[in-house]
């Protein structure tokens, strides 16, 4: 019975996209109607499904802008100009109330369409009443926990992008006077709450089999506490004093109260404590020992730089089963390691790391605790800018993101290879390379050679380390750093085999908010993070990253003098202003430690390109015109009149 199950599913997923239209899209008067759908609980549960579908749609980590990540409009990567030149846009400033580059069901005309079927389903289910699944009672109680929650968070999704929104607990008539207006982040945040506790009244501890991957508890306990700690972070809660400059329609709601801290570390301890069975729901991925440097083929072919346990949490069904929290399925296939490789092995490199995002993995020192490589205590531990990889032993983590000038990475026929990139098809510049000096890494199967397939179902939307950063980070806010929140982050860090933060992090909270926000770059390196947090922390606006930024601007005439005089004089870290990006560079030189080839290299810093981020405009996206001209009682937001 339960394989004669399986197979109707699949049956009903395939043919989703035509039957579930019927209804929702009005379609012609021959169609099913409106009672005929939700008299039945079939055509109920394919309206269900097609609105997960979409929810992945909206939110697709790999592939925020359809064909590329969020991460290239960020200090994490640089995107190339191919497929209309998404990301590049943004960077240059070219996006407007006329027009978004990448649209893939991310905006807000089409989340609110999703909005509506959300809420369509749930009028339909309750006017008529419909029937529960015969073969498995208690199926319809679950799908209305899981509309509940998607539609909290779609509702979340346009918060992060455009703030102040419309709440739609309804669905709108297309007749009707479109007289829509925004309520406060902390009104929006409520609401998703409430959809998110309705959802957690529905669904089961977990789900297994088949059904995995559909919203549980632990899914609605997560979109709160993401909900909570966005209200508390600095955007919408002490703006004006983090040096945010807008006027948002509910500014006044936006000063500084610790209590909403407070809200998000009890949302995060909820998700850290969700139970199922009576044991805990969640648990880090630890499986393979610190020995194990095998890839998927069992073979070792990295020089032990990249531990199986971080290769694997991205693979292995374990480590979803119990550490993802709210995941989508097969995100992206072997496509995207063709957009993604290096040209030598016939890639196109379609996004690379920037030097901001390789100086922010730490290396461990010899005292046996992890620093920043721009500390003052570096350079007198050994680190070495001009061979910044092996000097010192950098964050584990850092080897299997990241592909540099010396990496041990297989060749195109899967045979042990070094990238370089001072030479050959993978040289700084050439046709489809780096324009940083590095390539992407994370998610690779590394024994995949181009024949046969490969779905790619990572990175989660949100996993445990989320939570754990959150809680311990609103401790910290609250009450300051202890020995509670010191061992959790490390157990985060401990798990990639990554050295402890030092005991001063303990007294001190401001390096402790630090190292926790340095943690949250490097664990969620291009997971569709970095977009929003930089601009939920106010980070282009940070008086000390535009003092940080001045500096560079006054370090040289050139932007490559900038770049490396900058550094060379302080060892700090790039600002993170949003306003350039950098790269590292192979010069030969007879004194350099970094041998290919039988070539000596050291590595130089260089400037890539300035970019724009214009404040308050590039904080929040704009709502387009057309949209106001159809509901003129919406505001724009700030700078984008």
Excluded at 496 to 520: C, G, Q, V
């Amino acid at each position: 019975m339960r394989n004669i199950k399986y197979i109707i599913s699949c049956i009903l997923l395939a043919i989703l996209s035509f039957a579930c239209e019927d209804y929702l899209d009005k379609q012609p008067d021959d169609q099913k109607t409106e009672e005929e759908v939700f008299t039945r609980y079939t055509e109920v549960n394919k309206l269900v499904t097609d609105l997960y579908s979409r929810a992945k749609v909206a939110n697709r980590p790999l592939a925020w802008f359809y064909h590329f990540s969020s991460a290239a409009i960020t200090d994490e990567a640089e995107g190339t100009t191919v497929e209309g030149n998404i990301t590049n846009r943004f960077n240059t400033g070219d996006w407007s109330t006329m027009s978004l580059a990448g649209s893939n069901g991310q905006y807000w005309w089409d989340i609110y369409a999703f909005i509506r079927r959300a809420n369509v389903i749930l009028e339909g289910v309750a006017k008529y009443n419909s029937p529960d699944n015969p073969l498995e009672p208690g199926s319809l109680e679950k799908r209305i926990g899981e509309v509940y929650f998607l539609r909290g968070y779609l509702h979340y999704l346009l918060l992060r992008s455009y703030g102040e929104i419309p709440y739609l607990d309804h669905s709108v008539d297309p007749n009707s006077s479109m007289d829509f207006t925004k309520e406060s982040v902390h009104s929006i945040v409520e609401k998703i709450v409430a959809d998110a506790e309705e959802g957690y009244k529905r669904v089961p501890g977990a789900w297994g089999g088949e059904h995995f991957g559909r919203v549980d508890k632990g899914a609605c306990l997560g979109l709160i506490a993401i909900a909570r700690w966005t209200a508390a972070t600095p955007l919408w809660n002490g703006a004006k004093e983090a040096g945010y400059t807008g006027e948002r329609v509910f500014e006044n709601e936006y000063t500084y109260d610790q209590s909403r801290w407070v809200s998000a570390r009890d949302a995060a301890k909820a998700v850290l404590e969700c139970q199922n069975d009576g044991k805990l729901r969640y648990k880090l991925y630890d499986t393979h020992s610190e020995t194990d440097f095998n890839d998927d083929a069992g073979e070792n072919k990295n020089e032990s730089t990249v531990y199986a346990r971080l290769w694997d949490m991205y693979y292995d069904m374990t480590a979803f089963q119990n550490e993802a929290v709210w995941f989508v399925t097969k995100d992206k296939y072997e496509g995207w390691y063709g957009d993604m490789y290096p040209p030598s092995r016939g890639g196109s490199a379609r996004q690379q790391p920037v030097q901001e995002q390789v100086d922010e993995y730490e290396y461990i020192s010899p005292d046996g605790y992890g620093y920043p490589v721009y500390s003052a205590k570096a350079k007198a531990d050994g680190y070495d800018d001009g061979n910044p990889y092996k000097s010192v032993k950098r964050d584990p983590r850092f080897y299997r993101d990241i592909i540099y000038h010396g990496a041990p990475f297989r060749d195109g026929n899967n045979n042990p290879a070094i990238v370089d990139v001072a030479t050959g098809s993978d040289k700084i510049n050439a046709s489809n390379a780096t324009k940083t000096g590095y390539y992407h890494r994370k998610y690779f199967r590394d024994s995949w050679n181009r024949s046969g397939s490969v779905s790619i179902s990572a990175p989660p939307i949100w996993r445990l380390p989320d939570f754990v950063y959150i809680y311990c980070e609103a401790v910290n806010e609250i009450s300051g750093p202890n020995e509670e929140i010191y061992q959790k982050v490390n157990a985060v860090r401990a798990r990639s085999f990554m050295a402890p933060m030092p005991p001063a992090t303990k007294m001190d909270k401001n390096l402790m908010r630090e190292y926790i926000k340095r943690e949250r770059r490097v664990e969620f390196y291009y997971e569709n993070k970095r977009a929003w947090d930089c601009r939920l922390y106010v980070e282009p606006s940070n008086e000390g990253e535009l003092i940080k930024e001045q500096a560079w601007k006054s370090a040289g005439s050139t932007n490559d003098e900038r770049s490396q005089k900058y550094w060379a004089t302080g060892l700090r870290s790039y600002p993170k202003s949003q306003r350039m990006i950098n790269g590292m560079r192979p010069v030969e030189d007879p004194n350099g430690k970094i041998v290919i080839n039988g070539v000596k290299y050291r590595m130089e810093r260089y400037c890539v390109e300035e970019r724009v981020f214009d404040v308050p405009r590039h904080y929040l996206f704009p709502i387009m015109e057309t949209e106001i001209q159809r509901s003129p009682t919406l505001v724009q937001n700030p700078g984008w009149n």
